[in-house]
């Protein structure tokens, strides 16, 4: 693929206050001296508060070549304007692959990311295995927005997204070859 690719950065909560914020800005700062890589924000807020933006999101995760999901956990689960995030589209999720970068209590958003997996694959975009999770989020990071435990973050987030840019040149390059023309 060309040496250049868009990622599309997706906050899961919509929340006024929400952790999800320093969650993402940490993605954000870590991406930035990434070379090669465009990073796209989507933020279901705006979807929810101006439902006429629901066609220049759509178009923004058509242009996307990958995505990472910052998502908490709420009972269990994702939050539901993530939900309607994803469902506001369908094509252009087609064959690409999402990480994840989860955070919560104890479970460290673990749980909602494996709900994300099932509802990806309805999608046709494929999930990472590998992805970053902070566990009680609140207390790790420092007021700076940054990882108290830098290093070991960083680590899991350079091999998610190792994958996740090769998963995308493979599929830019493989997208308009059948069976992705037309998936139903
Ligand atoms: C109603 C409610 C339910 C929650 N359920 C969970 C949960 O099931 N698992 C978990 O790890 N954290 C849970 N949390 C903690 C949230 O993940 C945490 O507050 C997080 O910061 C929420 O994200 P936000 O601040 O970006 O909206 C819950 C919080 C609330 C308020």
Not at 54 to 75: G, H, L, S
Not at 101 to 119: H, K, N
Not at 144 to 153: C, I, R, S, V, Y
């Amino acid at each position: 693929m060309s040496d250049s690719m868009t990622i599309g950065l997706i906050y899961g909560s919509i929340r006024q206050g929400r952790f999800c914020d320093t969650v993402v800005n940490w993605v954000l700062s870590e991406l930035w001296a990434e070379s090669g890589v465009r990073v796209v924000l989507v933020d279901p807020r705006v979807l929810r508060e101006q439902p006429e933006t629901a066609d220049a999101i759509k178009q923004t995760i058509e242009e996307a070549d990958a995505f990472i999901v910052v998502t908490p956990e709420y009972n269990h689960a994702y939050p539901g304007a993530l939900k309607e995030l994803i469902d506001s589209c369908y094509e252009p999720w087609h064959a690409k692959p999402v990480g994840f970068v989860s955070y919560g209590g104890i479970s460290g958003g673990l749980r909602a990311v494996e709900q994300l997996r099932l509802v990806f694959a309805e999608l046709h975009a494929v999930t990472m295995r590998d992805s970053v999770a902070f566990a009680n989020a609140w207390a790790l990071f420092d007021a700076q927005g940054n990882p108290f435990k830098l290093e070991p973050a960083r680590a899991s987030l350079f091999l998610m997204l190792r994958r996740l840019k090769w998963w995308a040149a493979t599929l830019k390059k493989a997208r308009d070859v059948r069976p992705y023309e037309q998936a139903a």
